[in-house]
């Protein structure tokens, strides 16, 4: 019974650091692992393509109290960005001479609805969420809205509103994706 227990235990010790090996050789060449519900879950990968609106991010959170407190709260979780904050990974979904505005009955860009953007006033537990003004906004030149393209419930700019073209680090694009829930 030890020595067959002593197998077990070597085959799953080779096999944790094959999927080690595995995971770090993909990060190491720009892949990147989305599990959070702002976007598809699964594999995207870095790339050189421009900042432009329709394109997935990874950004670095500013350091604002907005930010601050989703730290707290769990939902940004922490990483080598200023601030001790983790990426982030949205898409942009205005920017510079969009209009944009936060509506009770969601995020407008040139006066169009996006969808999955009605804001919600608490998160799961029952702590209020910030809430924007609803003034129409033209975003300037280095501004950008980045959103959840497909949850309703994502911590994206309906809360945290425009953040800078110098936030975003990489451009990146889904290479294996599935909806999560």
């Not at 030890?2 to 770090?24: C, D, E, H, Q």
């Not at 209009?99 to 996006?114: K, R, S």
């Not at 994502?154 to 800078?164: K, L, Q």
């Amino acid at each position: 019974m030890r020595k067959g227990l002593r197998i077990v235990a070597g085959i799953t010790l080779a096999a944790s650091i094959g999927v080690g090996v595995v995971a770090g050789g993909i990060y190491a060449a720009g892949g990147r692992f989305n599990t959070s519900k702002s976007l598809e879950l699964g594999l995207y990968w870095i790339t050189d393509a421009p900042i432009t609106k329709g394109a997935y991010v990874m950004f670095c959170p500013p350091e604002r109290k907005v930010f601050m407190d989703a730290k707290e709260r769990g939902y940004i979780d922490a990483g080598f960005c200023p601030g001790n904050f983790g990426h982030l990974m949205k898409k942009i979904l205005a920017a510079k001479g969009d209009t944009i505005a936060v509506t009770p009955q969601g995020v407008t860009v040139n006066g169009e609805v996006l969808p999955y953007s009605k804001p919600v006033a608490e998160d799961g537990v029952g702590r209020p969420l910030p809430q924007l003004s609803s003034e129409r906004y033209t975003l300037g030149a280095s501004e950008l809205l980045l959103m959840s393209d497909s949850s309703p419930t994502s911590f994206d700019g309906r809360y945290f509103g425009p953040i800078t073209r110098s936030q975003v680090t990489s451009v990146i694009r889904p290479v294996l994706t599935w909806k999560g829930e």
